[in-house]
């Protein structure tokens, strides 16, 4: 009777480290997937990198007489984001070039529109004194509609290149202190 009695002690002991176990591992993988699922969120709401590719759809361009030249474009196509946003996105701006080919003045407007109907507005500037067709430069998101509400003045830095007439972006958007 001593025997059972103590393995009754036993059994029990080991059900109650089990039960005791169990829990524990359920709590620590409900805070792991839940503080990792706010982390995500919060990395969503401070920064997000989207990604260009569109075509040349115009290119008028005046030439003056000293070598500078005033070029009015405008292009389009689809963007993507590390956000599980995409669509379709439509930039115009103006350049111009001095009389030695440098950027002087570069600015431009761009709508983008996600694929559940969101869309947000930026305005943008190209950094001064580039040569050639590939360059940086900063933007800003000015407004914002349905789910880009939240992203209004983010600023952006982006890398942009033209290969013949299609336009190819990188950017990375974080939010303004």
């Known amino acids: 009777m001593r025997y059972s009695i103590l393995n009754k002690k036993f059994h029990n002991h080991k059900s109650t480290d089990l039960f005791h176990s169990t829990t524990i591992l359920k709590l620590c993988i409900y805070f792991f997937f839940f503080h990792q699922s706010n982390l995500l969120a919060e990395n969503e709401i401070n920064a997000f990198n989207y990604d260009i590719k569109g075509k040349l759809v115009r290119q ?24 599980g946003r995409y669509g379709f996105y439509s930039c115009s701006g103006s350049i111009f070039y001095n009389k030695d080919e440098i950027l002087d003045d570069m600015t431009f407007a761009c709508e983008f529109r996600d694929q559940e109907g969101s869309s947000f507005f930026s305005r943008g500037r190209r950094l001064k004194g580039t040569q050639i ?6 933007m800003k998101i000015i407004e914002g509609k349905g789910f880009w509400k939240n992203y209004i003045n983010f600023d952006c830095s982006y890398g942009l290149e ?10 990375l958007c974080k939010k303004s202190r």
């Not at 008028?60 to 956000?83: A, R, V």
């Not at 067709?133 to 900063?138: E, I, M, P």
């Not at 033209?162 to 950017?171: D, G, P, Q, R, S």
């Open 162 to 171: 033209y290969v013949e007439n299609i336009v190819f972006v990188n950017a």
């Open 133 to 138: 067709d590939r360059s940086v430069g900063r």
């Open 60 to 83: 008028e361009t005046i030439n003056f007489p000293s070598g500078s030249k005033f070029i009015s474009f405008k292009h389009e196509g689809g963007f993507d984001t590390t956000i």
